[in-house]
């Protein structure tokens, strides 16, 4: 009898064996690289109704709505042109110095909000993460999608202010429109880098507003950095890195595609393969970051 019940034991399959046969999965694990970009492709209409839907929200208790989205940009730019372009004569030397500190600022308020918005894609959806099975990078990249569906709005707006501040339409602002595209890239790798590291360390939502303040201010928004680096009174190094840091470079290149004196100066086209640089390492490297912890983000 105890031999029978023994050799029944070691017949039986093990759960593992079980799962195995009927096709059962860990719940959550992890899938290959592949699969989750085609997962993430399946999820395409959510992200974008998700990004939609959230923008729609975003004012939806204000009178004026969906008007302050270009109606905030605008204001940082009179208090950033009272502060800097008045008081600290920061345009002293820049032609143009109002559509160049009204695109800097335009630019920067897409690069800025959506690392912002990035840290806390995760974290601020625990719920909807908890409940449902879906590909994480969806949140990180709906924010993004989000914003630039907002830059699209200002775009136009930025586009009439530069007519009426007497900027003539030619064809080098096409060049506007790749820069938008690598710009979005490199922000999209930002946001799900910030999105991982939200997840697991959420106090660092806390630290993001001085980080992005500094970023602003070391990359040309308000002031010009050909201008700071004249008399070579900074070291090397530093004249490097605020040259191709990557906000920098973006805002250059919009300036350059949209304003008359900038288009004169004949960006050099290294400034191109920065850009896209740039875009490449945060788009592939921060979308492999965030995938290799796919499985813990909704845990603990």
């Given amino acids: 009898m105890t031999t029978t019940t023994t050799a029944t034991a070691l017949d039986k399959p093990t759960p593992a064996a079980l799962a195995a046969t ?10 290959t690289l592949p699969r989750y970009l085609r997962e993430l492709w399946g999820r395409r209409h959510f992200v974008t109704a998700f990004a939609t839907a959230k923008m729609a929200a975003q ?15 605008l204001l940082n730019a009179l208090v950033y042109y009272f502060v800097f372009g008045i008081v ?21 308020d ?28 969806s949140l990180p990249i709906a924010t993004v999608v989000q914003l630039f569906q907002q830059l699209l709005v200002t775009m136009l707006a930025l586009v009439v202010l530069l007519l009426g501040f007497g900027q003539t339409p030619n064809p080098a602002w096409l060049l506007a ?57 900074l070291p090397g190094w ?4 605020l040259k191709t840091n990557p906000a920098a470079v973006y805002i250059d290149l919009m300036r350059f595609s949209l304003i008359d004196s900038f288009t004169a100066h004949n960006l050099p086209p290294h400034a191109w ?28």
């Avoid at 993001?208 to 308000?222: A, D």
């Fill in 22 to 31: 009927h096709g059962l999965t860990v719940s959550g694990a992890r899938p």
């Fill in 59 to 73: 004012y939806s208790t204000a009178k004026l709505g969906q008007v302050w989205h270009l109606v905030t940009p």
């Fill in 88 to 108: 600290m004569k920061a345009s002293h030397g820049v032609p143009d110095y109002i559509p160049f500190l009204i695109t800097g600022v335009f630019v920067w």
């Fill in 110 to 137: 897409f690069i800025g909000s959506s690392v912002n918005a990035g840290t806390r894609a995760i974290h601020g959806n625990l719920g909807l993460v908890r409940a449902l099975h879906f590909p994480r990078a």
């Fill in 177 to 233: 429109l790749p820069t938008l595209l690598l710009m979005a890239v490199f922000c999209a790798g930002c946001a799900l880098a910030m999105a991982r590291i939200g997840s697991r360390t959420p106090d660092i939502s806390q630290l993001m507003p001085f980080v992005l303040r500094t970023w602003m201010y070391s990359s040309g928004v308000m002031w010009s950095i050909d201008q700071m680096l004249k008399g070579d009174h």
């Fill in 238 to 241: 530093v004249s490097l890195v």
């Fill in 273 to 300: 393969l920065i850009a896209a640089g740039w875009a490449l390492l945060a788009g592939i490297g921060g979308f492999v970051y965030f995938w290799k912890a796919e499985e813990e983000y909704g845990r603990g």
